[in-house]
């Protein structure tokens, strides 16, 4: 996993604790905006993932009350403030989604929220802690540099939002914390309010940040171009296999467990072009598929890909449907899908397992269905569809 | 008084308040260093106690919770934070000088504490307010603009204070406020939180601002260029005296009631130079004396200084005497000032009222005269000490 590694601040400290044998605090801070994560977080959850493996902690904590400030980290615009309601929801949705990696086995997992220290703060306090940084060393911040050169705007809230996130690792005694580089500005002030106020400063580990699917710089939620880890297989497959040849390479890097050699084998295979380029990325799409899903559905998705591949069937071709909201039996959904058949043919479609519904066989014509905007549903060899959901009444 | 008013913000508004009869809320926010009101002050504290005798309301507002901050208005440094307790005796003495021009009657005078809003805000709610305003707006202010300028730092919470005193201003229902042209920054922030919470946006006055006593651009305790509401009237009259001829006529102007008339006779008298220019600085001091001490006294520090102005003796030529903290009697002190002469002289002296402490005759031996760090003590025409009081045990 070291590949994923950009940088360490203070390794020196961080090799000491480990070699006393200290049980490390991990700081995992998220802004509790709609969760969506995707393989570019789930580098930095797999380097945490390997430390609860030796036994160390990983406290989850949730910004609920700096969301209230908005985090401007790689935005050009001002964020929206949420509800509290919004904000709790949004908790839940990231507990369901970090645990497809991290073990929350409480031994290794605590949920922390920074609501629990700012929320009693006396005004003066905070203004307190706002005086141990200036305003130079804030314009030093990229994210802001950039904003200003660009004629945007910066709110003030968003100006102190760095000191909380600073803060936070104090309050939460942080040992440790893995972030994508563009926060190693914000994590290095928690290093300094650490030695401000008397406690040991934490390391900080930064990954490599990997181009979106797209090229574009990282995988990002407002622009499309990623793969959640809350994607079916088939989606996750199919987004893999869609990438430029070029990115192949780096994406297997990142997001894989594959070894040197099959590294070296899908770069030879990505610059042979052609047969060969296909294959190294069918290897990273199935090791993918297979780091979260298993083996067998990462080999029955490389299976499909090849009979759509081998039937000139692309998956760009797929059909839209859209659908009531109400759950449909799978002879219902038919109907719609397939409307050219007669009820007779479906049934026989069925009955011969040649239907998936998100890459789930489905055999029972009365089995209810639980459809979500983008389900995939295959019908025989050629036929495809993705699904609508109608929100109307 | 009019001459003193360099601007008026929302004119209109404050005439509309005024014409349909409407008691103001005059808001004067302070700072709660160790106060020492000059002259400068004084200019706003004349024009509001004209509008208390119309009925209308001041507000002094103590930020105590502001104080916490540090106002960076006009300094190059960061200032020190202060406890609790010197922002308590700093309140006291402020109210104790506050009054030597201003009616404290409840009726036209109400204490108020920015603690009273501030203390018990909740974080998100502090950050609310922050997000109402930009660092492009806040960078617009001159003072922050200088001091980036000349590499200086600014702290955050500093960058915070403008917002903090726009709160007052709707917190307290500000009406109308009047300051020095260098606060117009932080009040137009007062209309623009007052706007953005559904309040009527209050007017401000902004006064002139009159050159330091050395010609600096205005009075100043850190430089020691003024003249104090404190100060004696020996002091004031002599500090006064002590004016460079092409200051006073901006003097008579800002920090006197003389009519139009006596200004146009003090222009005359400077110009000319020489013995009228000093009684055109003579009018100056004596009517600056006059208003806060009454005919009687100026009329005494009038004649006192001719007499020493006539005999040769300088002011600049007074000896300093060191004196123990303990209260001392007349002749004691003399004892100390005057070593070379007899008790026999020195009771003589008494006797013929040739002897002054601090402008005030003493005539009895054994009078206990209350010293302080300043006083001026003088013994017949040529004899002059100033008291420099021991802080030693």
């Known amino acids: 996993m070291r590949r994923t590694i950009d940088s360490i601040v203070d390794e020196e400290g961080l090799r000491q604790r480990l070699d006393r044998g200290e049980r490390l605090r991990i700081k995992y801070g998220v802004d509790l905006t709609a969760p969506d994560l995707h393989l570019g977080h789930a580098v930095n959850l797999w380097l945490m993932r390997h430390l609860q493996e030796h036994g160390h902690k990983v406290v989850f904590l949730l910004g609920d009350l700096t969301t209230q400030v908005g985090d401007p980290t790689g935005k050009t615009e001002t964020r929206p403030v949420l509800s509290r309601e919004a904000i709790e929801a949004n908790a839940r949705a990231f507990l369901d989604q970090v645990q497809i990696v991290l073990n929350t086995d409480p031994a290794v997992f605590e949920v922390r929220r920074n609501s629990e220290w700012f929320g009693q703060m006396p005004i003066p306090e905070l203004l307190g802690l706002f005086s141990m940084t200036t305003h130079a060393q804030l314009m030093a911040r990229d994210m802001f540099r950039d904003r200003i050169a660009a004629g945007r705007e910066i709110a003030l809230h968003e100006l102190t939002y760095p000191v909380l996130q600073g803060y936070d690792s104090f309050a939460m005694q942080s040992d440790l914390t893995i972030v994508g580089s563009d926060q190693l500005f914000n994590e290095m002030m928690g290093r300094q309010y650490q030695q401000r106020l008397g406690e040991r400063p934490q390391s900080i580990i930064?990954?490599?940040?990997?181009?979106?699917?797209?090229?574009?710089?990282?995988?990002?939620?407002?622009?499309?171009?990623?793969?959640?880890?809350?994607?079916?297989?088939?989606?996750?497959?199919?987004?893999?296999?869609?990438?430029?040849?070029?990115?192949?390479?780096?994406?297997?890097?990142?997001?894989?467990?594959?070894?040197?050699?099959?590294?070296?084998?899908?770069?030879?295979?990505?610059?042979?072009?052609?047969?060969?380029?296909?294959?190294?990325?069918?290897?990273?799409?199935?090791?993918?598929?297979?780091?979260?899903?298993?083996?067998?559905?990462?080999?029955?998705?490389?299976?499909?890909?090849?009979?759509?591949?081998?039937?000139?069937?692309?998956?760009?071709?797929?059909?839209?449907?859209?659908?009531?909201?109400?759950?449909?039996?799978?002879?219902?959904?038919?109907?719609?899908?397939?409307?050219?058949?007669?009820?007779?043919?479906?049934?026989?479609?069925?009955?011969?397992?040649?239907?998936?519904?998100?890459?789930?066989?489905?055999?029972?014509?009365?089995?209810?269905?639980?459809?979500a905007d983008g389900s995939t549903v295959r019908s025989g060899k050629r036929s495809w569809a993705r699904i609508r959901v109608n929100q109307e009444p």
Chains 1, 2 share one sequence.
């Not at 297989?233 to 199919?238: C, L, N, T």
């Not at 899908?266 to 083996?295: F, N, W």
């Not at 499909?304 to 039937?311: G, I, K, P, T, Y």
Request: proline share 5%; no cysteine; net charge negative.
């Open 206 to 371: 930064t990954t490599v940040i990997t181009p979106g699917l797209d090229g574009g710089p990282k995988q990002s939620k407002s622009i499309g171009n990623y793969v959640a880890l809350t994607d079916t297989p088939i989606d996750k497959f199919g987004k893999i296999m869609s990438l430029a040849d070029d990115l192949i390479g780096v994406w297997a890097n990142a997001y894989t467990t594959l070894d040197e050699a099959a590294l070296a084998r899908i770069e030879d295979g990505t610059r042979s072009g052609g047969l060969a380029a296909r294959d190294a990325k069918l290897a990273v799409a199935e090791a993918v598929v297979e780091r979260y899903h298993g083996p067998t559905i990462a080999a029955d998705e490389r299976t499909r890909f090849l009979d759509v591949f081998s039937a000139g069937a692309e998956p760009d071709d797929i059909q839209t449907v859209t659908v009531p909201t109400e759950a449909l039996t799978a002879l219902n959904l038919l109907e719609l899908v397939r409307p050219e058949l007669s009820q007779g043919a479906r049934r026989r479609l069925l009955a011969q397992g040649a239907v998936r519904v998100d890459g789930q066989t489905v055999n029972d014509p009365q089995e209810s269905l639980a459809l």
